[in-house]
Structures are given as structure tokens and as C-alpha cells.
């Protein structure tokens, strides 16, 4: 089965759908245009702590040197802090290996520009036509192949960048970490001990199977109870590349990127910095959410599910923050790319100059239930515009009255469509849903 770059790279279980040979010829490939357009190739590859990482490292510096490229090897490392150093150390590209939030066999390979962006789709496809056909590039011959050199004080300047943005005085928090087994183990107890927070991590110790296993942002149940059994004043949750964060309030509840969409906007109106008076979310943002920001008059965008599409929004009108419920926040001014640490350290310079704590900064945004139910169909786009489905939602939502919701929307890889519904209890999520899952059924015989 082939495999094919998406929003978030190219992905796929370690040695089955993503093997050694893809990566040595997207190595190749990337750093022969790179040398072709910009007459040199200086390739920046990190890693997070899947057992897999080693291999692909070498097999993308293997490829990349054999065509005359030169890697650079930051080890493992953050999403974010990768994007960062290519952007500004003088960096023609990056290689992050990572599968996110996904299992310790999975892995993935994101490709950043110098700029600190995704590489475009038409290359990314220009990419797969050379991994999957019978091409060689020529190879580098005597002096002109390639090295691999370490760049081992890499994170350094990421750690500066952040003090310098978020000169904060933590002494007064007890703050606790689930770094996942991830990424993040070498990042955030580092930066928030600097600061002098009383840090309490779990799930910091990778052995390259226990990324992501039961633990990190999509497993929060783990913090919540140790945020109070500790007595902490805020958890962070990472994900496994550490692009992402859910926080913990001290009294457990969970902070998920609606809620910190919601507490940074309001300080950024606040202060006279959000710009646009608008913040950016995606279709799947809680109902919760857009009703509170009419509430303080605040404007969203709604885009398609992904970072890649919200950050083109922001870059479009210059909004200054955006992100998903699954807390990949950007922050515009800071960063091209979705920042757990950094969002981490924005909640907590918030809390800092509102004095208050993440409970008193989010409690009174109501979240409402939703159901997301996946639906097998022949066609897709042929269900979305069925009368008799787009009848069963329109039923649905004058019920509902504007006190929920219903969106219903293909996969972006799968021959599925997604239904879901906020309401005002589980019961009437769970009623509605499926009254259009059966709709939708019958018209797929």
C-alpha cells in the first residue's frame, strides 16, 4: 500500500509503510533540489524518542549526503524547537521524524522550509512520483559527497529565544509535566525549573516503546490525578513531538485549545493585542466557544480540521492566534507552528498578570457535549449533498434551536463521513446523532 504526505508529512507504521528506502529517497530528492535552487543544501534532522528514529535518521542523512547534501543532526528534540532553528540558524531545510500523538511503531517524516513553514503540496508530490518511481538522481562522486556533522548546542538557542520572550518568575507555582516519554523530556522541566517553578514531571523516561502509551495529551486522565494529588497549581500535557499541550487546572479540569483559545484572546483584547479583534479556530471548535466570543465581542475564523489550514488563515489576515481543541495553538508573533512549550508558557504568563488562577481564567466558558460518529459510504461528497440527509441535519439543528449544533463532513483519506452534534446534554448528542447516522445509512444502500 502506498502512503502519501498530508497535512502533518508522511506517516506510517515503522518498516512497513514507511521504510528506510523511502526515507533515503526523500533525503535525495529534497537535497538535490535544494541544491539545484539554492546552490546549497544544509539539512537540520531531529528526532522524538521512537525506537524507530535512529534508523530513519540515517537513512535521510544517508540519502541526503550521497547526493551531495549536508546534514545536521540535533537529536531528539520538539517539533517546534526544529522549525525554530531552521528558520534561523541558517537552515535550507528540516527533517522532523516523528508520528505526533500516534504509537511507538508508527513514525513520520514532516518536512519544514527555511522559512520555518510545511513544504508545499506540489513538492511534497514531486517527492512521492520519485520515491514510488524508478528514477536515480546521480550520485555525488569524491569531494562533493556529503558530510554529517552533529549539532549538539542546537536547543540552546531555543532555550534562549524562550527566555527572552517569557521572562517569567515561577517561584510561586508548583507546576506539573507529562512529557509523555516524548519529546518534551528534554524541553519543558529544563525551561520551567530555569524559571524557577517547583516542577513535578511523570512519563519522562522513553525507552523508546512507551511514547504516547497511556500518558501525554491524549491520555490527561494520568495528570489530572496527579495534579491533585500534588497540590499543583497547573499541569501540561504533551503530545509525543511536543507540538502540542492540554492543561490541567488545579482543581482537574481539563483545558483543552478551545479553553486556552479562550483565555489568551480575552487577555490579548485586553492588552490591545489581538489583532484583527479575531482569533482562528477550525470547524470542529466547541459551539462553547463561538457563543462566549460573541459574548466579549470577539470575531473567529472558521477553517477546515488541521494546523496547516489555520495558519494559513492567520498568515492571510494577520491574526495573532489560532489553533485546535487538541491544543496545537500557534501564536503568530512567536512562531509558524504549533508550540506546547510555548503555549504552556503563555497560560502561565497570563495566570501571572491577571492573578488569577486557570480555573478563574476558563470556568465560565461552557463547553458542550459532542458525538463524533464515523459513517462507512460509497461516496462521499455525493452524501453530503443527499437531500435527505442535509433534511435530517436541518431537522436537527431547528431543535436544537442554537443551543448545539450539527456538522457533518467527509475524511480527508478514508471513505467516511464524519457526523457529529453538540447539545446541551450526552443524551441528546448521543439522540441526534443518531437519527442522522441512520438517515445517512439508508441512503448509502
Known sequence: MKIHFGTDGIR???????????????????????????????????KDTRLSGDMFEMALASGLTSVGGDAYLLGVCSTPSLV?????????????????????????????????????????????????????????????IGTVSLYNNGLDFYFDYLFKNFPLDLSNLKIALDCANGSS??????????????VKVINN??????????????????????????????????????????????????VDGDKIIYACGKYFKKHN???????????????????????????????????????????????????????????????????GLLTALMILKVMLSEKKSLNELTDDLFIYPQLLVNVEVKDKEAMLENENVLKACQNVEEVLKGNGRVLVR????????????????????????????????????
Open 12 to 46: 506510517g507504521k515503522a518498516n512497513e509503510d514507511l521504510t528506510i528506502d523511502m526515507a533515503y529517497r526523500i533525503g535525495q530528492f529534497v537535497a538535490n533540489s535544494l541544491l539545484e535552487n539554492q546552490g546549497q543544501c544544509k539539512v537540520l534532522i531531529g
Open 84 to 144: 525554530y532553528l531552521v528558520s534561523k540558524q541558517d537552515f535550507n531545510c528540516g527533517f522532523m521524524i516523528s508520528a505526533s500523538h500516534n504509537p511507538y511503531y508508527d513514525n513520520g517524516i514532516k518536512i519544514i522550509t527555511g522559512s520555518g513553514t510545511k513544504m508545499d503540496s506540489e513538492f511534497e508530490k514531486q517527492i512521492e512520483e520519485y520515491i514510488y518511481g524508478e528514477e536515480q538522481l546521480p550520485l555525488a562522486i569524491g569531494e562533493n
Open 185 to 198: 523530556c528534554v524541553t519543558a522541566e529544563h525551561v520551567l525549573r530555569h524559571l524557577k517553578a517547583d
Open 205 to 254: 523516561c522513553p525507552n523508546g516503546l512507551n511514547i504516547n502509551r497511556d500518558c501525554g495529551s491524549t491520555h490527561p486522565e494520568s495528570l489530572v490525578k496527579f495534579v491533585q494529588d500534588n497540590s499543583c497549581d497547573v499541569g501540561f500535557a504533551f503530545d509525543g513531538d511536543a507540538d502540542r499541550v492540554i492543561a490541567i487546572a488545579k482543581d482537574g479540569q481539563i
Open 273 to 339: 493585542e489581538l489583532r484583527g479583534n479575531s482569533v482562528v479556530t477550525t470547524v470542529m471548535a466547541n459551539l462553547g466557544l463561538f457563543k462566549k466570543l460573541d459574548e466579549y465581542e470577539i470575531g473567529y475564523e472558521k477553517t477546515a480540521v488541521g494546523d496547516k489550514y489555520v495558519y494559513e488563515n492567520m498568515i492571510q489576515n494577520d491574526y495573532v492566534i489560532g489553533g485546535e481543541q487538541s491544543g496545537h495553538i500557534i501564536f503568530k508573533d512567536y512562531a509558524s507552528t504549533g508550540d
Open 410 to 445: 467527509p475524511s480527508g483519506t478514508e471513505p467516511l463521513v464524519r457526523v457529529m452534534v453538540e447539545a446541551s446534554s450526552d443524551e441528546l448528542c448521543s439522540k441526534y446523532v443518531n437519527e442522522i447516522v441512520e438517515v445517512v445509512k439508508n441512503e448509502n444502500k
